[in-house]
């Protein structure tokens, strides 16, 4: 085993080497010069960090704290599904872009066209989990959607009442882990979908508005068992002027 890990690696661990020789040498020749700060290197390698840093997936940041959720949420639950769970999906992603053809794409772009496998999951997961936790408020301002959003609902479920029930249904029904969307097609028609795993409705080429996480880590330290109370539980806390400014 040592002499294959040994075979397969040293290849890359010369090159590291021969590259952070160079770099050595050229950073201490223009130090000699007295230029560091104007080198054509620093100047690179600057720019390089330019490139590398716009091409970085990051945490969305929450605009409440871990425990004003509660009781719908709970802080250990923020502390794990964003902290953990997220964190690694955004991790997992910033390691597996790089050098590929998707390494200088946006999170849709990659989550309407990568093929299934590893990049299509975590950047699934990245663009679900941004939506999810952007869209709560410990204490909204409205309980319903009004304007356009409002209007859509009604023309297309009926009325708002009856739209919690289908979404609801369809989150408390989804088969395993996934997660129930709302969403816009082309002509601002809305629809209600369920995707598997770590999908997302751009894929299909809609425009994500609401989305109800129900992979258990979502609810099981708060509700076990009790998806149905969870779901029923996180109408309360919708920012609905988040969710209807998604609505174009
Ligand atoms: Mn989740």
């Known amino acids: 085993m040592l002499a294959i890990y040994t075979y397969l690696h040293a290849p890359c661990v010369l090159k590291q080497k021969t590259l952070e020789g160079r770099l050595n040498n050229l950073s201490a020749s223009a130090l000699y010069k007295n230029n560091f700060k104007n080198s054509t290197i620093m100047k690179s390698l600057l720019l390089t960090t330019s490139i590398f840093t716009l091409m970085m997936y990051e945490m969305p940041k929450l605009p409440y ?36 053809e998707f390494g200088n794409k946006d999170l849709v ?9 590893a990049v299509f999951n975590n950047a699934g997961q990245v663009l679900n989990h941004t939506l999810y936790f952007l869209q709560f408020a410990p204490k909204p301002a409205k309980s ?11 023309r297309d479920f009926g009325s708002f009442e009856n739209f919690k029930k289908e979404f609801s249904a369809a989150a408390v029904g989804l088969f395993g882990s996934g997660w129930a969307w709302l969403s816009a097609d082309k002509n601002g028609k809305l629809v209600i979908t369920k995707e598997a795993n770590g999908s997302n409705p751009v894929r299909a080429g809609l425009t994500p508005l609401l989305g109800f996480d129900v992979w258990e880590h979502s609810y099981y330290l708060d509700y076990q068992n009790r998806r149905a109370d969870h779901i029923a539980a996180l109408w309360s806390i919708i920012d609905w002027d988040v969710v209807g400014s998604r609505l174009k």
């Open 65 to 100: 704290a871990n425990n004003a959720l509660e009781p719908v949420i709970s802080q250990q639950t923020i502390d794990f599904h964003y902290g953990k769970h997220l964190q690694t999906y955004v991790n997992n992603l910033n390691g597996l872009v790089p050098g590929t």
């Open 109 to 117: 772009t990659i989550v309407a066209t990568a093929p299934d496998g």
């Open 144 to 154: 319903e959607p009004t304007g356009k959003l409002a209007e859509a609902i009604n």
